[in-house]
């Protein structure tokens, strides 16, 4: 697509349920991130893969945190049993090899 | 750990110049600018590759001083649209492929009239 497309763009949920975020990145590029961004912060690096290949998730909080892109394209960040301290902005990006990143627009989640 | 940038925050008159920081303190093989303005998801300005490489992007332009391990973007003559967060992104060591970048503590850059 022309952009990095996220959805849910907010996703309200009870603590104790799992939740689902998508990520469709710009067609072609490789390298795909999912950051998750406080407000006034900067972006906190969770996890990222090129192709399908998980490169590196050492930013992810626990095991409740997991992550996959099974194609190659579009990606999933899963976390089982959402507490409060969950309810954050979960930003994805992607890029080619050596470009910039290109960020979308964001989930907000909250867990109440 | 995190870039460290300077100012915090920063207010500026249209047509002032503004100069701000990124210091690191791993060595460093890239270093990325984005702007991020207010609830939207950050754009990326440039990017600037070891060698003391300097870039400019409008007027808008940057350094890299992988010695120093720092950077620093000029914003010259700003205008109002210049006005959000900014936001440094660093890469570590000598990659050469997409991995992950670090992003400092943020800039917040008003220009007023």
């Known amino acids: 697509g022309a952009g990095v497309s996220q959805s849910p763009r907010y996703k309200v949920t009870k603590r104790g349920q799992d939740v689902a975020l998508r990520c469709d990145p710009i067609?072609?590029?490789?390298?795909l991130y999912w950051y998750r961004q406080a407000l006034g912060q900067g972006p906190e690096f969770l996890t990222y893969f090129n192709y399908e290949a998980q490169q590196d998730k050492s930013g992810l909080p626990n095991d409740r945190f997991s992550a996959e892109r099974p194609e190659g394209s579009i990606s999933t960040l899963t976390i089982q049993r959402t507490e409060q301290r969950d309810s954050a902005m979960y930003r994805c990006?992607?890029?080619?090899?050596?470009?910039?990143?290109?960020f979308g627009s964001g989930t907000r989640l909250t867990v109440v | 750990q995190q870039p460290v940038q300077s100012p915090q925050a920063v207010i500026l008159r249209e047509g002032e110049d503004a100069v701000i920081n990124c210091s690191s303190s791993k060595a460093l093989y890239s270093v990325h600018w984005y702007r991020q303005k207010h609830g939207e998801a950050p754009v990326f300005l440039m990017i600037l590759l070891k060698g003391g490489e300097q870039k400019g992007h409008e007027k808008i332009s940057a350094s890299f001083n992988e010695k120093k391990q720092q950077s620093s973007l000029y914003l010259t003559a700003s205008q109002l649209s210049y006005s959000g967060t900014y936001f440094c992104g660093t890469l570590g060591g000598n990659t050469g492929t997409a991995s992950k970048l670090t992003f400092g503590t943020g800039t917040r850059l008003q220009v007023t009239l």
């Open positions: 067609s072609g590029h490789v390298s």
């Open positions: 990006a992607s890029s080619d090899r050596v470009g910039g990143y290109t």
